[in-house]
């Protein structure tokens, strides 16, 4: 892993497509939850995980990219605010690749397959391993209620007391 010095442009790149993505998914995802109708229900669902099929390999890219690129040093003002600010970020990448696996991961324990917008199905026979298929499910729902929606709370706040303070560029000056 190298240790750059600011982010390339892949990575805004990246960054704002995972935002567009991430958002897109969770308001899929509560509206299936909430939806005022059974049908109206199903078929956000089977949207929110179609969708996913691709926020998968996305995520995947990123996360791999960003692995490979590194971090560039964190530009808090603090000690603090510069750990808090690397813990959010983090936190937010590890609880967006057990998102993308937790998801297809409940639904393959239950013998399901995955129906990409009705152009192919995606499939992996693991029904033998049903006893994943609760842990998965609360693990996938509990990220997407709770914990993502915090951590994009409080990406966001840093990142609007940096633009803010002027102590730091937005992301988009950092390329």
């Given at each position: ?79 603090l605010e510069s750990q808090v600010a690397y813990c959010v970020q983090v936190a937010m990448l ?20 995955i129906n990409v917008f009705g152009w192919f199905r995606v499939a992996l026979p693991l029904e ?48």
């Open positions: 892993m190298k240790t750059p010095r600011n982010y390339s442009g892949i990575s805004t790149l990246n960054h704002w497509i995972t935002a567009l993505l991430v958002i897109t998914m969770l308001v899929l995802g509560f509206v299936a939850a909430y939806a005022p109708g059974e049908n109206t229900g199903r078929y956000v669902m089977s949207v929110h995980i179609a969708l996913g099929f691709f926020v998968f390999w996305f995520i995947l890219w990123r996360m791999t990219y960003r692995l490979y690129e590194g971090f560039p040093p964190n530009q808090g003002r603090t000690r590890f609880a967006l690749v057990l998102q993308v696996i937790t998801g297809p991961l409940y639904i393959f324990t239950e013998g399901e397959a033998s391993l049903e006893v994943l298929h609760e842990p998965a499910e609360t693990a996938h729902i509990m990220l997407g209620i709770y914990v993502l929606p915090t951590l994009i709370a409080l990406h966001f706040l840093g990142a609007a007391k940096h633009y803010l303070t002027k102590r730091q560029e937005t992301p988009a000056d950092l390329s």
